[in-house]
């Protein structure tokens, strides 16, 4: 067995693995289980699943290399989308710049762009070279002009000047009135003559639909040896320069856009599919017909916090955390490389009580992969500090809960700021620091409320009506779980399933008496222990 100080762990960021001197060491830790079997079907658009649970990691095994699955090779591409191009998007909608088109259309092509233009001449068939399919992709590229993101060429509404013809005056001999018909005229000798007038008419054309329309029609004519896959990457993260409303706004159409051009493709041309990664919250706030069944057919939902923790050695989390130790050691009997190197207890909350070390990490964490690489970093840390070749149970103190706990603090603040702004985060973390303990009462919780000083401001920032909406927000999050029983906890992550995408805080059963608990990784951050 390799010392824990000389393992090669995984980054916490998986934007790394896109760097080319990384791109194979992702192979290492990649883990494979159902879901990676489910997004390999055509019906599957969606990757969904909480910050750090590995969306953006499914997006950079694949697009690192060519991956032959099932006798099929598959490329692909990454479009990373950064808050210049939502700015962009935006401000031209606002400004009315494509003011008769949707955001929705605007993404369907610029979906379609970012596709077509991946395309290398290595995946054409024999057939598609010696008909020159690439050059026709290029050709319709350029014809539309689709090559920088900036507003001012996203203007579909074209304006055309049509010339009339004149037509000569026409005499009614009866009663001697004439008709005539948008064209001026002048006196001479008594004679009427006709002089040439133009009638302008406004036509508007939407150029982003006119392509799409196009590149539909001809995508049944690319003849491909290889499936092409494009992964969108980057609406995890609302950019803090963009309002709440319009960035909302502008996903959701993003959403309805994947779903409804991977339909159009599919009765094309099967080789093609985009995928979007995405949060839960985010994609439930879409407008689509018949969401549940779009997210349990065409969705993978990347949760793993659903185990007994009686039984964990048997979850896809510890599974996954288990690999990341063995792919460079030497093969163990029993598989179990997590406990070589963790194999002892932790003292339990409060003392009362001791778990085993992976058990403890998973109360100490929402049980997702980025979670647990940065537990084992730290402790990495610490080891190498201390000139340790191993862990023990001494480098789970004070320093690496209060490293975690600002850790897990900035994960959940990164999740509240695609639905609130900085100030209302603020605010409501201020109310919790209030609380100056990790468990409390419903009745302890309005008396937090009644004394807190700013509440009708906290209340008004997040436009709750009462303070239950305040409650089942943080259960929302993560932030509080609901106790049930002495030993049933219920923790919204815990709780939600791809069956039951729809997990709330049922406050009807909430009374005086109900008990809650703050997340322990937030203990440390926002002194709850006091």
């Given at each position: 067995?390799?010392?824990?100080?000389?393992?090669?762990?995984?980054f916490d960021?998986?934007?790394?693995?896109?760097?080319?001197?990384n791109?194979?060491?992702?192979d290492?830790?990649?883990f494979k289980?159902e879901?990676?079997?489910?997004?390999?079907?055509?019906?599957?658009?969606?990757?969904?699943?909480?910050?750090?649970?590995?969306?953006?990691?499914?997006?950079?095994?694949?697009?690192?290399?060519?991956?032959?699955?099932?006798?099929?090779?598959?490329v692909?591409?990454?479009?990373?989308?950064?808050?210049?191009?939502?700015?962009?998007?935006i401000?031209?909608?606002?400004?009315k710049i494509?003011?008769?088109?949707?955001?929705?259309?605007?993404?369907?092509a610029?979906?379609?762009?970012?596709?077509?233009?991946?395309?290398?001449?290595?995946?054409?068939?024999?057939?598609?070279k010696?008909?020159g399919?690439?050059?026709?992709?290029?050709?319709l590229?350029?014809?539309?002009?689709?090559?920088?993101?900036?507003?001012?060429?996203?203007?579909?509404?074209?304006?055309?000047?049509?010339?009339?013809?004149?037509?000569?005056?026409?005499?009614?001999?009866?009663v001697?009135l004439?008709?005539?018909?948008?064209?001026?005229?002048?006196?001479?000798?008594g004679?009427?003559?006709?002089?040439?007038?133009?009638?302008?008419?406004?036509?508007?054309?939407?150029?982003?639909?006119?392509?799409?329309?196009?590149?539909?029609?001809?995508?049944?004519?690319?003849?491909?040896?290889?499936?092409?896959?494009?992964?969108?990457?980057?609406?995890?993260?609302?950019?803090?320069e963009i309002?709440?409303?319009?960035?909302?706004?502008?996903?959701k159409?993003?959403?309805?856009?994947?779903?409804?051009?991977?339909?159009?493709?599919?009765?094309?041309?099967s080789?093609?599919?985009?995928?979007?990664l995405?949060?839960?919250?985010?994609?439930?706030s879409?407008?689509?017909?018949?969401?549940s069944?779009?997210?349990?057919d065409?969705?993978?939902?990347?949760?793993?916090?659903?185990?007994?923790l009686?039984?964990?050695?048997?979850?896809?989390?510890?599974?996954?955390?288990?690999?990341?130790l063995?792919?460079?050691?030497?093969?163990?009997?029993d598989?179990?490389?997590?406990?070589?190197?963790?194999?002892?207890?932790?003292?339990?909350?409060?003392?009362?009580?001791?778990?085993?070390?992976?058990?403890?990490?998973?109360?100490?964490?929402?049980?997702?992969?980025?979670?647990?690489v940065?537990?084992?970093?730290l402790i990495?840390?610490?080891?190498k500090?201390?000139?340790?070749d191993?862990?023990?149970?001494?480098?789970?103190?004070?320093?690496?809960h209060?490293?975690?706990?600002?850790?897990?603090?900035?994960?959940?603040?990164?999740?509240?700021?695609?639905?609130y702004?900085?100030?209302?985060?603020?605010e409501?973390?201020?109310?919790?620091?209030?609380?100056?303990?990790?468990?409390f009462?419903?009745?302890?919780?309005?008396?937090?409320?009644?004394?807190f000083?700013?509440?009708?401001?906290?209340?008004?920032?997040?436009?709750?009506t009462?303070?239950?909406?305040?409650?089942?927000?943080?259960?929302?999050?993560?932030?509080?779980?609901?106790q049930?029983?002495?030993?049933?906890?219920?923790?919204?992550?815990?709780?939600?399933?791809?069956?039951?995408?729809?997990?709330?805080?049922?406050?009807?059963?909430?009374?005086?008496?109900?008990?809650?608990?703050?997340h322990?990784?937030l203990e440390?951050?926002?002194?709850?222990?006091?």
């Open positions: 067995m390799k010392k824990y100080t000389e393992l090669n762990l995984p960021n998986a934007d790394n693995y896109f760097d080319l001197e791109k194979q060491k992702l290492t830790f990649f289980d879901n990676f079997n489910k997004l390999l079907k055509p019906e599957t658009y969606y990757i969904i699943g909480e910050k750090g649970s590995g969306k953006t990691t499914y997006a950079a095994y694949f697009c690192n290399s060519e991956r032959k699955i099932n006798n099929n090779s598959i692909s591409h990454r479009y990373e989308l950064k808050s210049g191009t939502y700015s962009a998007f401000k031209a909608k606002e400004n494509f003011e008769y088109t949707s955001y929705e259309i605007y993404w369907k610029c979906l379609l762009e970012k596709l077509l233009s991946t395309i290398s001449k290595g995946e054409l068939t024999f057939q598609g010696i008909f399919i690439h050059n026709k992709i290029m050709t590229l350029d014809t539309y002009n689709f090559t920088d993101e900036i507003a001012d060429q996203y203007d579909p509404v074209q304006h055309t000047y049509i010339e009339t013809k004149s037509k000569k005056s026409e005499y009614d001999v009866n001697g004439k008709k005539c018909m948008n064209f001026s005229e002048t006196e001479e000798d004679m009427v003559q006709s002089n040439t007038t133009t009638k302008t008419r406004n036509i508007f054309t939407n150029e982003r639909q006119k392509f799409i329309n196009q590149a539909l029609l001809e995508m049944k004519d690319y003849s491909l040896n290889k499936y092409h896959y494009l992964f969108v990457d980057g609406v995890d993260v609302r950019p803090s309002p709440i409303d319009s960035y909302k706004e502008c996903v159409a993003l959403t309805n856009a994947v779903y409804d051009l991977n339909r159009a493709i599919r009765n094309q041309n080789k093609f599919k985009i995928i979007l995405t949060r839960l919250d985010m994609f439930m879409t407008d689509m017909n018949n969401t069944c779009v997210l349990t065409n969705s993978i939902y990347l949760n793993w916090g659903h185990f007994n009686n039984e964990y050695n048997e979850s896809d989390i510890y599974t996954l955390v288990n690999g990341m063995s792919h460079q050691n030497d093969i163990v009997s598989g179990k490389y997590w406990e070589k190197y963790f194999n002892f207890s932790i003292s339990g909350y409060g003392r009362e009580s001791t778990y085993s070390s992976f058990e403890y990490l998973l109360r100490l964490t929402c049980a997702r992969p980025r979670d647990f940065r537990v084992l970093r990495q840390e610490s080891c500090r201390n000139k340790k191993n862990p023990n149970n001494n480098h789970f103190g004070d320093r690496f209060t490293s975690f706990s600002t850790y897990f603090v900035s994960q959940l603040k990164s999740e509240l700021s695609f639905h702004n900085k100030e209302s985060i603020n409501l973390v201020d109310f919790i620091k209030s609380f100056r303990c990790i468990s009462s419903y009745q302890q919780f309005e008396l937090k409320c009644k004394n000083s700013s509440i009708d401001t906290l209340l008004n920032n997040f436009r709750f009462h303070i239950n909406e305040l409650l089942s927000l943080m259960y929302n999050f993560n932030i509080i779980c609901f049930e029983s002495k030993t049933v906890f219920r923790w919204k992550y815990r709780e939600t399933t791809i069956d039951n995408f729809d997990e709330c805080l049922n406050t009807s059963r909430v009374n005086n008496l109900s008990k809650f608990q703050f322990r990784a440390k951050a926002w002194s709850l222990y006091l």
